[in-house]
């Protein structure tokens, strides 16, 4: 029994010792410092000792009664700063900053710190904006607003030197201190800044019409190098397509060349066969012509010249058919050749090849076509020539029958002429029947005779009047040289 009041009685005095220590025992925060007062200490770096005991980051007994616990907050602490100043221009600026504190870490600042804020922690902001405020405006009346702008670090700086007197003494120290805005109502830092922006704006505009004339030259450099590409391109095609415009203009001319070609040597061949021809026939008729001037002879001769005309007539139109097939060829070839020529014309100068082709070919029918015609026009010449010749020999030796050759070969012509009177006549009346019809046809028929009896008697009068009887012509005029005498064609 006594045994379990002893042991009752020892738990409960430990319980009370546990008790009374957790009471005396106080553990300061690592944000705090516990300040003990009640009992005479001495603290490093004060030269006299202190009424109350300054803990940190450990823990301590307090005597319950006798000793006064207290903390105060290391904690950061910040204050905004707007603060009206005046520059030293005179000019009203408002200033905007923050300043960001706590109280020291070392005994003297936490208990300079104690003696001020231990029961005004919350005026600690305002005692410190009130410090900076009066040292903010000392500051910049002192310095000009382009001092301000372009060097904030020397207010900033100038700012904290200023007060770090005073916050030390205070038991504070400045961790931060910024100047966030300068505020200007007057409008000077704007007006300040407008040469600036002018100039800035002004090489803005200079760097972007710089930039704006680089771009158009690099995009016309472009252009001009995809033109000449272009050019390039299409000078190639062009060329390849002279080349091959030419391979077909000569398949084109190679028939046509040689069909004149052909042409040529057959004119040229007919022509030969014209000349001897005429050169036989000429030859057989004035063999036929200097022969006795009999009937035989003469009809003979009539018949030779008959022929001779006949084929000279063939020659001739044989000659203009091959004229006018020339000309006609000529023509297409040339129409062809202008065609090719302007559908070719646009495609440079790769063209002229093909072009002084088709010139070549022109050129090479024009020739074709000049000597067939010289050709054709001499033959005809000469024949003419012989002909007349000939004529003119037969007038010569017998006057009336030449004019009776030309008569018989002009006797349809003279007939149809002189029925051509019937011609307009609407109605006729004939009174005697079928024998008044013979009889009108009868005076039509011998309306030719009567022009032959009127040559027969104007080649009598001119015997008469005493011509020569060689066969030159009373058409040669009296008195004229013999060289000037024009030989008759034909009565």
């Excluded at 035989?296 to 084929?311: F, G, I, N, Q, V």
């Excluded at 079928?434 to 309306?447: I, Y």
Aim: hydrophobic share 45%; proline share 2%.
């Amino acid at each position: 029994m006594v045994v379990g009041v002893v042991a009752g009685t020892a738990v409960a005095a430990v319980l009370v010792l546990i008790g009374l220590f957790k009471l005396m025992w106080r553990v300061a925060e690592p944000n705090e410092a516990l300040v003990i007062s009640g009992s005479k200490h001495r603290v490093e770096g004060l030269e006299e000792g202190m009424g109350f005991r300054i803990v940190t980051g450990r823990g301590t007994l307090v005597m319950p009664g006798v000793q006064v616990v207290r903390k105060l907050s290391l904690d950061l602490n910040e204050t905004e700063l707007q603060v009206d100043c005046v520059t030293h221009q005179g000019i009203p600026l408002k200033v905007r900053g923050v300043v960001i504190f706590k109280v020291g870490d070392d005994f003297v600042s936490i208990a300079n710190a104690a003696r001020r804020f231990l029961d005004q922690q919350r005026m600690m902001s305002e005692r410190v904006h009130n410090v900076f405020a009066g040292h903010l405006r000392s500051i910049v009346g002192g310095l000009t607003v382009e001092d301000m702008i372009r060097d904030r670090e020397k207010l900033t700086g100038q700012t904290r030197a200023a007060c770090g007197t005073e916050m030390e003494k205070l038991g504070l120290i400045v961790d931060s201190l910024q100047i966030h805005e300068i505020e200007d109502p007057t409008g000077y830092i704007q007006n300040l800044a407008m040469p600036h922006a002018a100039a800035v704006q002004r090489d803005a505009r200079i760097a972007q019409a710089e930039a704006n004339r680089l771009a158009t030259e690099a995009e016309q450099a472009s252009f001009a190098r995809m033109a000449e590409a272009t050019r390039d391109s299409e000078i190639l095609q062009a060329g390849y397509q002279a080349e091959r415009d030419k391979a077909a203009a000569k398949a084109r001319q190679a028939g046509p060349h040689a069909e004149a070609a052909a042409r040529q040597e057959v004119v040229v061949q007919e022509t030969r066969v014209a000349e001897l021809e005429a050169h036989r026939r000429e030859q057989q008729l004035q063999a036929d012509v200097r022969k006795p001037a009999d009937a035989k002879a003469y009809e003979k001769r009539t018949l030779a010249e008959a022929e001779r005309d006949a084929r000279i007539s063939a020659a001739e139109a044989k000659a203009k058919e091959t004229e006018l097939a020339a000309a006609a060829e000529a023509t297409r070839v040339k129409t062809a050749a202008g065609a090719e020529a302007e559908a070719t014309k646009t495609r440079g100068a790769a063209t002229a090849a093909a072009t002084r082709a088709t010139g070549e070919a022109e050129a090479a029918a024009a020739q074709a076509r000049g000597l067939a015609a010289a050709e054709a026009t001499k033959a005809q010449g000469l024949a003419e020539a012989e002909a007349i010749k000939a004529r003119a020999a037969a007038l010569a030796e017998n006057q009336e029958a030449v004019v009776a050759q030309q008569l018989a070969e002009k006797w349809p012509e003279i007939v149809q002429a002189g029925a051509s009177a019937f011609g307009n006549v609407d109605n006729m009346v004939l009174l005697n029947g079928a024998d008044g019809m013979a009889e009108v046809f009868a005076k039509a028929l011998t309306m030719g005779g009567t022009g032959l009896g009127l040559a027969r008697q104007l080649l009598s009068s001119m015997n008469q009047n005493g011509q020569p009887a060689n066969g030159t012509s009373a058409l040669n005029g009296a008195g004229a040289p013999p060289s000037q005498k024009v030989p008759v064609e034909g009565a």
